[in-house]
């Protein structure tokens, strides 16, 4: 089956780590994202990629990093100077602008 | 000004009511949006695309006016079932730049 897989679902981690979001699709598309969505609020966008070895920062990019080596593969750091960095992260990828998404991995930094 | 702004809500609705979510975005060149659904603590889900003429899908309608750069969502015969957050993207600058509304969260009572 084709799809989005994100991973791991629940991420705990120390304040002051580096933390990298995996996430993978295998429907062959082109372009992939990175949304952060805070509870009660609308998904904003942290960084996203058409192609291989390209990447443009969203609204939010500090504090994070990418990187797309493969088409199939768009990780995300979530570094230490992110501030405020517990939250629920979503991956998605598009074709012909119709966007698939992971389930999702939500992201507590105590 | 948000590039993409929902109806801030929330919608409580009884079964059975026709209820309307509208989106406004700023970019005037924009070509293609969309709405989408999102249940709680899930990934977001396609609903519907938007097209130039209005599109329908059983009892949800979608349209979009360019002049005054809204695109609507249209539930008639409201269900129980329809009770999510409803949010609306528009691909800003048709490369795949895909920004989300806030939502707007719909529950339909008995």
């Known amino acids: 089956d084709g799809g989005i897989t994100q991973s791991p679902k629940y991420l705990f981690r120390k304040e002051g780590q580096n933390v990298t979001l995996s996430c993978e699709q295998n429907?062959?598309?082109?372009?992939m994202y990175w949304y952060r969505q805070d509870p009660g609020q609308g998904l904003r966008l942290i960084y996203y990629?058409?192609?291989?070895?390209?990447?443009q920062k969203g609204d939010i990019a500090e504090g994070y990093s990418v990187s797309r080596e493969k088409k199939e593969s768009f990780p995300l750091t979530v570094t230490s100077a992110q501030k405020n960095p517990t939250a629920f992260y979503l991956c998605?990828?598009?074709?012909?602008?119709?966007?698939?998404f992971g389930p999702g991995t939500r992201l507590t930094v105590l | 000004r948000k590039e993409v702004e929902q109806d801030p809500g929330p919608f409580n609705v009884p079964e059975g009511a026709t209820v309307a979510f509208n989106c406004t975005y700023s970019?005037?060149?924009?070509?293609?949006f969309f709405w989408y659904r999102q249940d709680c603590r899930k990934e977001p889900k396609l609903l519907m695309s938007?097209?130039?003429s209005g599109n329908e899908d059983g009892r949800f309608t979608a349209q979009l006016n360019r002049a005054s750069q809204y695109i609507s969502l249209l539930i008639r015969d409201s269900k129980l079932s329809d009770s999510a957050t409803y949010l609306c993207?528009?691909?800003?600058?048709?490369?795949?730049?895909?920004?989300f509304g806030a939502g707007t969260r719909l529950t339909v009572k008995p």
């Open positions: 429907l062959n598309h082109d372009a």
């Open positions: 970019n005037s060149a924009s070509q293609s």
């Open positions: 998605a990828s598009t074709l012909a602008g119709e966007l698939s």
């Open positions: 938007v097209y130039s």
């Open positions: 990629s058409q192609i291989v070895n390209d990447f």
């Open positions: 993207v528009v691909n800003m600058l048709n490369n795949n730049d895909m920004r």
